[in-house]
């Protein structure tokens, strides 16, 4: 995984300069999604590790995204197709998505809980932690009865374990040593 990142980041980064510069993150965004979908299916794996030619690979992968690619999308699919790097779109695509997010001063949150949280105790947390990040907040939530109660919050390195099994956990660790 560190090595699609590392090969993937250039181009990430490459495709994020230019979409801020000519005012289309949000167009590269969804390009960049779609090319991965189309990486990812089972139907174009082998085409991309086949000995298939960069120029026909390259043409076949933009006529599978169709409209869905402008032309500046469709050369930098030609260019990682030259450079046998379209295996690496969805990495490509995670590290922009990173970009955009700090570009634009967002995280995402993930909030699981034990039970179904209210819109008042979504709307808490997210206040909350836009105060600690100093960013916008989007939250996803999600239910792990397995929790006990209480939430486990994570957003980015930072992570908050306010649920029941992580202070009985750490209880246990304290009272082993």
Known sequence: ?????TIARPYAKAAFDFAVEHEAVEKWAEMLHFTALVTENETMQPLLT???ASSKLAALFISVCGEQLDEHGQNFVKVMAENGRLEVLPAVYQLYAEYKHEWAKEVEASVV???ELTDEQKQQISVS???RLARKVKLTCSIDAALIAGVIIKAG?????????GKLSRLSDKLLS
């Open 1 to 5: 995984m560190a090595e699609l990142t």
């Open 50 to 52: 086949g000995s298939l």
């Open 113 to 115: 809980s034990a039970i």
């Open 129 to 131: 932690l836009e105060k």
């Open 157 to 165: 390195d930072l992570v908050i374990d306010g649920s029941i099994r």
